[in-house]
């Protein structure tokens, strides 16, 4: 496959997907979203294939989340496409049949935050930054980004990620249950390998029927999601939306103090 966004290897019964766009620190588009689909569908099929790996390229971003600037061409949210490609990416992470880690360097923040909170597993650097962005710029996620995310850190928590929209380093993210383990920069890749290698150890229809039971618990968030991002695609059109997306692109302070509260 000829990927533009991401680089897709298979290796030794370990599929790896890096978001290769480290000069807007990963930040992902409609393309760099539908080669993932495609790499995610591709591992999920091969027979040789026991895990995935997803990552970003370089030290300083797992993923920033959506492209602004393609956000900005696009004059909101508004597109062609009936579907969203966030959820098929979401669908596809959590149907695929084998476990998939996240194996996060530096930001983790919007929905960058949200793609590894849909992984399986999540491993982390200890220079790791997680967090939401989306009510600064005019965005939200209704869907997994809350629903989920509320699930495995707690209503509380989820509430403060959201509303406050603070960032959070390594060792707060693993208090919270945020990950499962952190690793000095230098040893993600080795400590990933090694993870890998104990489940590809495992019998794989052990694995398969574990997974589908987790999805199926958490299944009635896809409908959710699915009213959420048409909330979205509604609501980023809006005056108040384009306001936060306008103020980021034009690298100006956002001002919602106009809208009704």
């Known amino acids: 496959m000829d990927f533009e966004d991401i680089i897709y290897e298979k290796r030794d019964g370990i599929a790896r997907i890096t978001i290769n766009r480290p000069h807007v620190r990963n930040a992902f588009r409609s393309r760099t979203m539908d080669e993932m689909i495609k790499a995610f569908i591709d591992a999920g099929e091969d027979r040789s294939i026991g895990v995935v790996v997803l990552t ?35 669908y596809v992470i959590r149907t695929i049949p084998k476990p998939v880690i996240a194996a996060v360097k ?42 989920y995310l509320a699930r495995v850190v707690g209503q509380k928590k989820a509430r403060e990620i959201w509303y406050l929209c603070r960032f959070y380093n390594a060792q707060e993210a693993l208090e919270m249950g945020l990950v499962n383990k952190i690793v000095p920069l230098e040893k993600l890749e080795e400590e990933v390998e090694e993870w890998c290698r104990e489940i590809l150890a495992k019998s794989p229809f052990a694995i398969r029927a574990l997974k589908a039971s987790f999805f199926a618990d958490t299944e009635s968030i896809a409908g959710l999601s699915a009213m959420a991002m048409n909330a979205l695609r509604l609501y980023a059109q809006s005056e108040e939306g384009l306001e936060g997306m306008n103020a980021f692109l034009e690298k100006r302070t956002v001002d919602f103090s106009k809208f009704r509260k």
């Open 56 to 90: 970003g390229a370089g030290d300083k971003a797992f993923s920033s989340g959506g492209d602004q600037s393609e956000r900005g061409e696009q004059k909101g949210l508004e597109t062609d496409k009936d579907t969203f490609p966030e959820e098929t990416l979401f």
């Open 106 to 147: 530096g930001y983790a923040v919007g929905g960058g935050n949200v793609l590894h909170l849909v992984c399986d597993l999540t491993i982390a650097a200890d220079n790791a930054i997680f967090g939401q962005t989306g009510p600064r710029v005019g965005s939200f996620d209704a869907g997994f980004g809350s629903v």
